[in-house]
T-cell receptor, first 110, second 116 residues
């Protein structure tokens, strides 16, 4: 059962513009939602998270928005930089159960 | 501390052989997780340890798979009688208590297994 879904396998944006990565989930019991970033030949690296009781969390160029009624979250990167090019995984956790989406490959063009 | 280390980085084995992977977590992290990732998919949970106790196993972890963390430090994942469907990236992660739920896990670079 795929409880966390990232429906866009890839996204391409121009340097300096906004990147918006989307994620949907089905289980309303998740406590936290997280975004990880993965470069080739490396493991995923934690980027930012949001509690289920919040609707926004910001860390520098990265902002995560949570819409609980729609069971949807998004990651905004602004301004996008070429070094942001990577695969981004959305994850949702409840106690020790962390589920991941299939990932979105972001390409930021100079 | 150099983060989570996994060994080997790559393993090619013939079908039917046994393989063992090792994970060294961040030293102060008491929780250790194993995930499997196949092409085009996100990491899938296999099992996790708190200290030396294996607290949860996924139904993905068939009888051919066994994981240990004998002294609550490093962990090993063994696959017996490998099958081609076992080909995947095996990721290890660690966290300090349940802080990983909100602060994220620290992942290693993974072991890529190819069964021929």
């Amino acid at each position: 059962d795929q409880q966390v879904k990232q429906n866009s396998p890839s996204l391409s944006v121009q340097e300096g513009r906004i990147s918006i990565l989307n994620c949907d989930y089905t289980n309303s019991m998740f406590d936290y939602f997280l975004w990880y970033k993965k470069y080739p030949a490396e493991g995923p690296t934690f980027l930012i998270s949001i509690s289920s009781i919040k609707d926004k969390n910001e860390d520098g160029r990265f902002t995560v928005f949570l819409n609980k009624s729609a069971k949807h979250l998004s990651l905004h990167i602004v301004p996008s930089q070429p070094g942001d090019s990577a695969v981004y995984f959305c994850a949702a956790s409840n106690n020790n159960d962390m589920r991941f989406g299939a990932g979105t490959r972001l390409t930021v063009k100079p | 501390d150099t983060g989570v280390s996994q060994d080997p980085r790559h393993k090619i084995t013939k079908r039917g052989q046994n393989v063992t992977f090792r994970c060294d977590p961040i030293s102060e992290h008491n929780r250790l997780y194993w995930y499997r990732q196949t092409l085009g998919q996100g990491p899938e949970f296999l099992t996790y340890f708190q200290n030396e106790a294996q607290l949860e196993k996924s139904r993905l972890l068939s009888d051919r798979f066994s994981a240990e963390r004998p002294k609550g430090s490093f962990s090993t994942l063994e696959i017996q009688r490998t099958e081609q469907g076992d080909s995947a990236m095996y990721l290890c992660a660690s966290s300090l208590g349940d802080r990983g739920v909100s602060d994220g896990y620290t992942f290693g670079s993974g072991t890529r297994l190819t069964v021929v």
